[in-house]
């Protein structure tokens, strides 16, 4: 082989060696920081995994809210409908933070599935409410509208 392609033959290995490296340390990067999204139903039957950064939310539940009188540590339930998420946050929450609001948290699962957030989001107006959540919050709604019919026809039955 004459010694100019030999040299542009080693050139070429060595930038699809290179590239494939970057684009294998890229995937490797978006995936160790990728938060997944799940309701507190999938969350109480198991799907979300432990140790593992999620975000989790729904609509706060009225008179959940469980503040520290020492510290910044709060408490609260978050549901879909469907079921209820304890997560549990040390630091300054949102203004627009409030019970029956919309809000998702950040963190994650201990062994008790109660979500330990590193981060709590709020919605920002009263007409927003995260895609995620309201997507959530219609699937169990109509859960339990497929519920309710069931039962009545078996009532007639």
């Not at 004459?2 to 890229?26: D, T």
């Not at 219609?138 to 039962?151: D, F, G, H, L, V």
Request: proline share 4%; no cysteine; glycine share 8%.
């Amino acid at each position: 082989m004459h010694p100019i392609r030999k040299q542009r033959l080693q050139i070429v290995l060595l930038i699809v060696v290179a590239s494939s490296v970057a684009v294998g340390l890229m995937a490797y990067m978006l995936g160790q920081n990728a938060n997944y999204f799940f309701t507190p139903s999938q969350v109480l039957q198991g799907e979300a995994p432990e140790n593992v950064t999620i975000r989790a939310g729904g609509m706060v539940v009225e008179g959940s809210i469980a503040r520290s009188t020492d510290s910044l540590e709060v408490s609260f339930l978050v549901t879909d409908g469907m079921a209820n998420l304890r997560v549990s946050y040390s630091g300054i929450l949102p203004d627009l933070f409030a019970e029956g609001e919309a809000a998702i948290a950040t963190g994650q699962l201990d062994q008790q599935s109660v979500l330990q957030a590193t981060q709590v989001l709020a919605k920002h107006d009263e007409n927003y409410t995260p895609p995620e959540v309201a997507d959530a919050m219609n699937k169990a709604y109509e859960m339990k509208q497929k519920e309710k019919q069931q039962q009545y026809q078996e009532g007639y039955e």
